[in-house]
């Protein structure tokens, strides 16, 4: 069998560089377009789209999470409760990066938190003493002497979407005395389920609205 038999076409010079260029520009053009091999974007259940929705009517309005970089084991949810503590009562797990407020039923509200560096991590039993919306951010001394970023807040930073407090702060309280260690917002969803803030248990903004509503001044809190 010879190769003559096979029907190639013939191509004039003029025709061989015209195609030449065509496929050139369609090589170049499909350097702009998306690569249908790459994976959709991840989609959401509606439900949880709708808890980490815009805050417009805040007094400085909250954006919504980008769910992209919520780990979505640390979605709020309900789930049955692990702590055995009485109802009300706030159990941090800082091993699992949960805060869990138990509920009636045997039920718990289970919110996604960022806890402290190791070695600045607080643990026991205490108290919510105190609440505050859009609180200022007075960092303690020892954090004023040791980062250069903190001292030009020694006497306070106002509330605001760059305050490390965020949206709301719930000031943790032990036998009368404040531990300087706080539940608190962020607006850093990529934090939340890491051990990256000095020593605060930290909530998405959306999440720590949501917690600040459900807990009076008073509601005891244990962090393991």
């Known amino acids: ?6 029907p190639f076409p013939t191509v004039s010079r003029r025709g061989f560089l015209a195609g030449s260029a065509a496929l050139s520009a369609l090589a170049l053009a499909g350097c702009a377009t998306t ?14 789209v709708q808890m980490y ?4 009517n805040e007094k400085f309005p909250v954006p919504a999470v980008d769910l992209r970089y919520l780990k979505p084991t640390h979605f709020r949810q309900y ?14 797990s800082t091993a699992e990066r949960y805060l869990y ?3 009636e039923g045997g039920q718990a509200l289970r919110y996604g938190v960022g ?9 026991g039993r205490a108290e919510i003493a105190r609440k505050a919306m859009w609180p200022t951010w007075t960092p303690p001394r020892e ?3 040791r980062d250069p970023n903190a001292a030009p807040w020694a006497n306070g930073m106002p509330g605001g979407l760059g305050n490390p ?5 719930m000031y943790i309280y032990q036998d009368g005395r404040d531990t300087i260690y706080r539940l608190h917002g962020t607006s850093d969803p990529a934090t939340i389920g890491e051990a990256v803030s000095s020593g605060c248990v930290r909530l998405i903004n959306q999440d720590v609205i949501d917690l600040y509503q459900r807990v009076p001044v008073g509601t005891p809190i244990l962090v393991v």
């Not at 069998?1 to 096979?6: E, F, H, I, K, Y």
């Not at 407090?165 to 702060?169: D, Q």
């Open 143 to 145: 954090m004023v002497l």
């Open 165 to 169: 407090l965020g949206a709301r702060a």
């Open 101 to 103: 407020l138990v509920q």
């Open 1 to 6: 069998m010879t190769t003559s038999a096979l």
């Open 35 to 48: 690569d249908e091999r790459l994976p959709p974007e991840p989609t959401f259940d509606p439900a949880y």
């Open 115 to 123: 806890i402290g560096r190791e070695g600045f991590a607080w643990s």
């Open 53 to 56: 929705a815009a805050l417009p």
């Open 79 to 92: 789930v049955p409760d692990p702590t055995g503590e009485r109802p009300g009562t706030i159990v941090v």
